[in-house]
């Protein structure tokens, strides 16, 4: 949900399996009468001389609802490639914030409530008490509540979209995998000063993994060197998928955490300073 494919050329999208009509949320083209070539493509609507919509084409195949809205649509003059856009923004780049309106507005169940297990309140009332900005506390507090939108999440709420992950194709992306288990997220972790061990963590599980960086991973380290990352390396490792759903780009595991360290000393170093300036004033 909130998905959509832009065409540009229209020779990667699927006329009926693909989310590319410009609707809320964005589905594929509804049929004038039952299929009869289900592998056609948008560009199989396009005249390739003028660039312009095929009308007969469309009228023959295309359910007259539709035929509108595929109209309004602009056409690239050059081959340029399919790419996707997020229908909740103006510009059509995700956000945070939007992503969250969907979330909360769009993607709970209306018949039933979830019963969230003693278990997991823990953590989520942890995930407030952590040392990170409140953006980052947010997305992992999102990410214990399974508020996030993973295909999986979408697909167990019947949106149209495909179920496999969108950075190594694995045929089901849950917040585990997003987070822990896709290689590009494994390997960050691996390079990052989290202690890692199979088994142990990353697990297959998100909350024995939370439940391990909140409060298992301190018997590893000792507390005066627990100045571990992973808040930053959470929000980074989610902000890289999201750069290579919505945008295309893939982003090196070393860079990212490297990066989410840096963004992590400079955090408690601007806190250090705010506390040191706080207590000159009180003196």
């Known amino acids: 949900m909130g998905i959509r494919q832009k065409i540009h050329s229209g020779y990667e999208v699927r006329v009926w399996e693909d989310p590319w009509i410009p609707t809320r949320p964005a589905r594929p083209a509804i049929p004038v009468a039952p299929v009869m070539n289900p592998n056609m ?16 084409t469309l009228e023959n195949y295309v359910h007259p609802g539709d035929i509108p809205l595929i109209r309004s649509m602009a ?18 780049q995700y956000t945070v914030k939007s992503g969250y309106w969907v979330a909360q507005n769009l993607l709970k169940p209306d018949e039933e409530k979830l019963i969230v297990e003693p278990s997991i309140t823990k953590l989520q009332a942890f995930a407030w008490k952590l040392k ?36 190594c194709g694995e045929a089901e992306e849950s917040v585990t995998h997003a987070i822990f ?16 061990s199979p088994g142990i963590f990353p697990a297959s599980s998100v909350y024995t993994n939370m439940d391990y960086l909140f409060w298992r991973k301190k018997n590893i380290i000792a507390l005066d060197q627990d100045r571990d990352p992973y808040p ?46 706080s207590a000159r004033q009180q003196q």
């Not at 493509?41 to 007969?56: A, F, H, M, P, Y």
């Not at 295309?248 to 705010?274: M, N």
């Open 75 to 92: 056409i690239s003059s050059t081959h340029r490639q399919d790419s996707f856009c997020w229908e909740y923004t103006r510009n059509g």
């Open 132 to 167: 990170a900005p409140r953006k980052v506390c947010h997305l992992i507090w999102q990410l214990i509540t399974g508020q996030v939108a993973v295909t999986r999440n979408l697909v167990r709420r019947n949106m149209r979209c495909d179920n496999y992950c969108p950075r």
């Open 181 to 196: 288990e896709c290689p590009p997220a494994l390997q960050a972790w691996s390079l990052s000063t989290t202690p890692t």
């Open 41 to 56: 493509r948008v560009s199989d609507l396009i005249n390739q001389d003028s660039k312009e919509w095929e009308e007969g």
């Open 232 to 277: 930053w390396i959470i929000w980074y490792v989610w902000k890289a998928r999201n750069d290579k759903l919505f945008r295309g780009i893939d982003r090196d595991p070393l860079e990212l955490v490297r990066y989410a360290e840096s963004e992590c000393q400079a955090w408690f170093s601007a806190k250090r300073v705010d506390t040191t300036g």
